[in-house]
């Protein structure tokens, strides 16, 4: 049976961001004046606002009386730096929640990946329902309309990381491709300790200390992948045509055609194309253009590498295929790409 400590979560967050006042620690630089709007804005001045948080207290539909915080860290804005190039964390948190306990949201500039530690929750997101229990989560876009409740009556205890980063829409793109948001960890101990360390790792807000968090939240990403849930549609997935993704997935740089992935796979490469966009969505050289520009995406942002070197390191000997083909993706040239998000 859950324990609770009846406290809303507003007043939790003020309690919270108070004891830190005191302790000088990193909430007195969040969006003050939605949390505690009694203080007065002379005493706000110079301090960084947290648009996320502000955002979130003012754009959830939420029941959280009853919801007791177990711990909450809210991250300082990060640096253009580390937003330009890394994974950063926004919020994190460990809720105990009441039988009545729901969220529902849309629009929110945020990734969410959240688990079950006790109890049973619920997921509406994208047309399905998700059932959480102990040890599977979810991650999910928070700009698209979500709805996540407590589904049991003893409540629903549960894990949340609130992040972004530029190369987060291509993880989840990547994630969410099977029709499915969820993941089952058979082992919680590892995902536990790095949130645990990513909890340590923001008590400070330099840049090393954005580094090491974006190091801990690719290992939280990689737990979430290499045990994300199969859609039913996906289970049925024949065995080769998920050799051929995964082949895909990790030898876009090479050189690739439907010609050479008939032969390797001894399969007909008409039949091997019908079947893949079947299962898959795509053809396979299609699939294999969209593993390339994610790579080729983070590099035009995160990099000065030229566009000969980018067109190298994707799988393309000159560099005018490169820029035809990522244009007739992107509507844009790669050069444009750069400019706007570099």
Known sequence: MLKYTIMTASQELAHYMEDYEKKKGILRTFALSSVLPSESPEKNEGRPQNLFISKLMTGDESNLNGSRYRRIRVALPPSRQIKRSCLYLQMLGAWNCLSSHYTRRSNLESYLICQTVAGEGRLEYGGKTYSLKPGTGFFIDCRKPQYYYAASKEGWAYNYIH???????????????????????????????????????????????????????????????????????????????????????????????????????????????????????????????????????????????????????????????FYRMFKKYEHITPGEYRAQNG
């Open 163 to 321: 992040l972004d980063g530029f190369s987060l829409p291509d993880y989840y793109e990547s994630f969410s491709s099977g029709g499915n948001v969820t993941f089952t960890l058979p082992d919680t101990a590892a995902f536990n300790r790095l949130f645990d360390e990513l909890d340590t790792a923001n008590r400070e807000s330099d840049f090393k200390a954005g580094i090491h968090t974006s190091r801990i939240l690719d290992d939280m990403l990689w737990q979430v992948f290499q045990n994300a849930s199969l859609d039913d549609y996906d289970a049925e997935m024949p065995p080769k045509i998920r050799e051929v993704r995964a082949y895909l997935n990790s030898h876009f740089i090479e050189d690739i055609s439907l010609d050479s992935l008939s032969a390797r796979f001894a399969v007909s490469k008409y039949h091997l194309c019908r079947q893949f966009e079947k299962f898959v969505g795509k053809s396979p050289i299609e699939y294999l253009n969209t593993e390339r520009l994610k790579t080729a995406k983070t590099l035009l942002s995160a990099t000065d590498m030229t566009m000969e070197a980018i067109a190298y390191e994707v799988g393309f000997n000159e560099p005018l295929p």
